[in-house]
């Protein structure tokens, strides 16, 4: 069974400071990675999405990293702003037949202070 | 326009009654899913309908009953939950349902359900 875990679970930088989220997984046969964004109270957006062949994906001031074979991958965030607070979850993927299952990390709940 | 709509946003029942979630998505996406998501907890999946049909049940107790009546709606039917079954329940959708690059799934904002 897939099991994501993500360190540390809770984050609290002051604001400018670059951070490095850390997600890690048990079982390397997955399709890809994605990395999410979650307000309190809130649905989930996606930030970026690394296929299993790549090694990483950037938008803006995020970049992902996948490290299939050893079961990690990082979410670097520069220059925080305290909008940026929010938890982060990873998820793995992997394809049954027609539809694709995606197991969540446990989170890490970021807050950037002014 | 990527977004998908879930109503009601809260929902309190109680454990006799039988109340439905809905969800909405008009990008054309032919998979859709329901999460379940307990406080400080991940999401974790429930159903999968994929082009209609129903892709994936993750052994989900009988008293929650998906419907995807067209590639647009989604629906959960609740009848005799349990205070336990109290969460955040989350609809998304994807273009198909493999997620594959640049298939990116958009999730809801979910419907909060209280069970007294």
């Known amino acids: 069974k897939q099991e994501v875990t993500q360190i540390p679970a809770a984050l609290s930088v002051p604001e400018g400071e670059n951070l490095v989220l850390n997600c890690s997984f048990t079982?390397?046969?997955?399709?890809?990675l994605q990395w999410f964004r979650q307000d309190p109270g809130k649905g989930l957006t996606s930030l970026l999405l690394?296929?299993?062949?790549?090694r990483e994906q950037t938008s803006g001031r995020l970049n992902a990293s996948l490290d299939k074979s050893s079961g990690r991958s990082t979410l670097y965030i520069a220059a925080s702003q305290p909008g940026d607070s929010a938890t982060y979850l990873c998820?793995?993927?992997?394809?049954?037949?027609?539809?694709?299952?995606?197991?969540f990390g446990t989170g890490t709940r970021l807050q950037v202070t002014l | 326009d990527t977004e998908v709509t879930q109503t009601p946003k809260h929902l309190v029942m109680g454990m006799t009654n039988k109340k439905s979630l809905k969800c909405e998505q008009h990008?054309?996406?032919?998979?859709m899913y329901w999460y379940k998501q307990k406080a400080k907890k991940p999401p974790e999946l429930m159903f999968v309908?994929?082009?209609?049909?129903?892709?994936i049940n993750e052994s989900v107790p009988s008293r929650f009953s998906p419907e995807c009546p067209n590639s647009s709606l989604l629906n959960l039917h609740l009848h005799a939950l349990q205070p336990e079954d109290s969460a955040l329940y989350l609809c998304?959708?994807?273009?198909?349902?493999?997620?594959?690059?640049?298939?990116?799934?958009?999730f809801g904002e979910g419907s909060w359900l209280t069970v007294v």
């Open positions: 079982d390397s046969a997955i399709y890809n």
């Open positions: 998304a959708s994807s273009r198909q349902g493999l997620v594959l690059a640049g298939n990116t799934i958009y």
């Open positions: 998820a793995v993927s992997r394809n049954t037949g027609t539809a694709s299952k995606l197991t």
């Open positions: 309908y994929s082009y209609e049909k129903l892709s």
């Open positions: 990008m054309g996406h032919r998979a």
């Open positions: 690394i296929q299993s062949s790549q």
